[in-house]
C-alpha cells in the first residue's frame, strides 16, 4: 500500500480482485451460518433459536443459490445447495407447526424438501 493511500481505496482495491465465485460463495456461507444458529444448531440453542429470523434468511439463501447456481458452477452450487437442504431441515424439526411441504423457508426457490 502506497502512503498516499487512504484505507477506503485499498478496500476498495482490494475487492476488485475477489471473484464474483468468491463473494457469492462467502455471501451463501454466512446466510448458512447464521441460519443455522437461528434454527438452534448453536452452543446455547435455548437463547439463540429465533425460527422468524430463520426463515428470513432461510428465503435469503435460497433466492441467492437458486440464482447463482448457474453461474458458480455445480461445484460450488452443489455445496450449497446440500447446506441450504440441511438448514431447511433443521427448520422443520424445530417448529413445532411445521408448514406444510412445499410451503416452508425457501421451498419456493428449491421445490419441496422432506
Excluded: W
Excluded at 17 to 26: M, N, Q, R, Y
Excluded at 50 to 60: M, T
Amino acid at each position: 500500500m502506497l502512503v498516499n493511500d487512504s484505507p477506503e481505496k485499498q478496500a476498495v482495491r482490494d475487492i476488485a480482485d475477489v471473484s464474483a465465485v468468491e463473494v457469492i460463495s462467502t455471501t451463501a456461507v454466512h446466510l448458512l451460518s447464521a441460519a443455522a444458529v437461528k434454527c438452534g444448531l448453536a452452543d446455547d440453542p435455548e437463547t439463540q433459536t429465533d425460527l422468524d429470523e430463520a426463515r428470513k434468511l432461510i428465503n435469503a439463501l435460497a433466492g441467492l443459490v437458486t440464482a447463482s447456481a448457474a453461474d458458480i458452477g455445480d461445484q460450488h452450487a452443489r455445496s450449497l445447495r446440500d447446506g441450504l437442504r440441511s438448514v431447511q431441515l433443521a427448520f422443520r424439526e424445530a417448529s413445532s407447526h411445521p408448514d406444510p411441504i412445499g410451503q416452508g423457508p425457501g421451498e419456493k426457490y428449491t421445490g419441496p424438501v422432506n
